[in-house]
């Protein structure tokens, strides 16, 4: 490790000194707490575990589970020895799963007993994986995960940089492929000291850990917290009985929040008559009348902010009642452009896309070179994404560019072009057109416009099914409308606009 290096191994080391025997994590399924001091001594021996089998710097660990103890130590294993984790989302498909892991080639993978059987119907196509384990050791059918951490508490150190790969994490399928975003050391401890400094995050702090450590906003959470000495409660499974309770009984202090996780909370709250009087802070994306809502009911802030994967999670924050309707402003070490076609700057006020330098943004598309030239064109990260500055910098987010339309249902990320690929497969459909609309559920729900094929016919349920057993369920739309033709523009194109326009709900 060089002079001016830190790595998230490095803050697992600080925090075992500074915060050594506070409650570092606590797991909610089998009522485990660990130290940060006994994280460190955890991690420690499955790093020397990890070198046991062969793994070195460079190399991929895949894990495909539910959160757990086991899941974050493996995070401080691999800074530790120089791996690069590769995070799936159980929710894809078994043909989405294998693509991601045959993308980046892990050689040891991490499985759930849950998803163990959709790994070994798919072995013959993972040729690179040449080891499996439980991720959690009391159940499953492959190597258990104990037999990495029986060794001696050392490991051989190995020189991880700042700018090293730490975690790949798959963004939403582009013309129907996922891109793998590779973070390193520096782009997540960037991110925690972010959320720390908007946060003002002391150790006796409780972060209640319901976002899966597959996603950004999960696993930057976590780590920030640690980070900051305070205590991750995980649940490995979301519900909103469950959440209240812990929100009690640990004295809970903020959570990540996608719609509809705060609105469950409060519902269940008002019915049963809980105390939500610990929480603090809420952050993420959520619809105004919920976020009014717990304010009044809890007098806790909400955080707003805009972010993606490929920025670490955070370009801009700010409560909720500093500009109600805004994203923030930038965060501190962010460099942040709103350019118009030819990338000139935008008067404040005018819609531009949103580009930014520093060191949260990711180091690259794995194994996408030209991909990631184009996203990185004249020296910034460009995000895909629109919006607006007012003449206070607040930044009003404005939606994706045409070419990259995105859809957020409960903050998954879902390309239309994507589920546009899978709904043409389907024998009588023609023409397809799919689309973001608002969803009281959700916040915003899938919506497929279709043309027939002449003398076919289909019901909206039967298109629905028939995407999600395709790609993952929660990429199928929840609205189908069967119509008898789509506008289209001058040169003979769907006019993907105005069909946006006819087929919106008003």
Known sequence: MGLYDFSFYDVI?????????????????????????????????????????????????GILG???????????????????????????SADEVVGNLSDCEPSVLFVDEAF????????????????????????????????????????????????DGFVIIHTAAVEGKPRGALLSHGNICCVNLHWNYAFQMVPEDVHLNLLPLFHIGGLSMATMAFHAGALNVNMSKFDAPGALDLIEAKGVSLFFDFSPILGSILDEAEKTHRDLSSLRLVVGLEAPEVIERYQQVTGGDFFVM?????????????????????????????????????????????????????????????????????????????????????????????????????????????????????????PAVEKTVVFGVPDPKWKEG????????????????????????????????????????????EDGQVDRAKVKEMYTPQ
């Open 13 to 61: 080391e600080r925090c075992a000194l500074c915060f050594g025997n506070r409650p570092a994590w606590y797991e909610v399924d089998d009522g485990r707490t660990v130290t940060f001091s006994e994280a460190k001594t955890l991690v420690d021996r499955l790093a020397a575990g990890l070198q046991r089998i062969g793994l070195k710097k460079g190399d991929r660990i």
């Open 116 to 163: 163990q059987e959709l790994v070994e119907s798919s072995r013959a196509e993972l040729s690179s994986i040449r080891a499996c384990y439980n991720l959690k050791d009391e159940t499953g059918r492959y190597s258990a995960f104990q037999d990495l951490m029986t060794g001696s508490d050392g490991f051989s150190p190995v020189e991880v940089k700042t700018d």
């Open 306 to 426: 805009y972010g993606q994967t490929e920025t670490s999670c955070l370009v801009s924050c700010a409560k909720y009642n500093d500009r109600p309707g805004s994203a923030g402003k930038p965060i501190p070490l962010a460099q942040v452009r709103l350019v118009d076609e030819s990338d000139r700057p935008v008067d404040p006020g005018q819609v531009g896309e949103i580009t930014l330098r520093g060191p949260m943004v990711f180091r690259g598309y794995w194994n996408l070179t030209e991909e990631t030239k184009q996203t990185f064109r004249g020296g910034w990260h460009h995000t895909g994404d629109t919006g607006r500055f007012d003449a206070d910098g607040y930044l009003f987010y404005a939606g994706r560019k045409a070419e990259k339309e995105l859809i957020k249902p409960g903050g998954e990320n879902v390309y239309p072009a994507e589920v546009e690929k899978v709904i043409l497969e389907h």
């Open 446 to 489: 899938i919506k497929a416009v279709c043309v027939l094929r002449k003398r076919h016919s289909l019901q909206p349920q039967e298109l629905i099914d028939f995407v999600g057993s395709r790609i993952a369920r929660y990429k199928k739309p929840r609205y189908v409308e069967i119509v008898a033709d789509l506008p289209e523009t």
């Open 66 to 92: 539910k959160n757990s103890l086991e899941y974050f130590l493996l995070y401080g294993a691999a800074a530790a020895t120089g791996v690069i984790v590769l995070p799936i989302n159980w929710r894809l």
